[in-house]
């Protein structure tokens, strides 16, 4: 694999990884100053948590990649 594709799987999986703290953090500040702790989250705080998953098992994905290509 060239030099070029791992430089840009790492890039990619720490942009992942970061976006994914990002929107985990976010969401859950969100949640928590929207009313009282204990009631039904909303369908965009579960989206975001969703999000924030999928953002973390990509990052995962694209380092085993990287690993696996070389």
Given at each position: ?70
């Amino acid at each position: 694999m060239p030099p070029t594709f791992k430089a840009l799987a790492s890039i990619s999986a720490w942009v992942l990884f970061i976006f994914g703290w990002v929107n985990l953090l976010g969401s859950m500040w969100g949640y928590l100053s929207s009313g009282p702790i204990g009631k039904t989250p909303a369908f965009d705080f579960v989206g975001l948590w969703a999000l924030a998953a999928a953002c973390f098992i990509l990052g995962v994905v694209a380092m085993k990649l990287r690993q696996t290509l070389e």
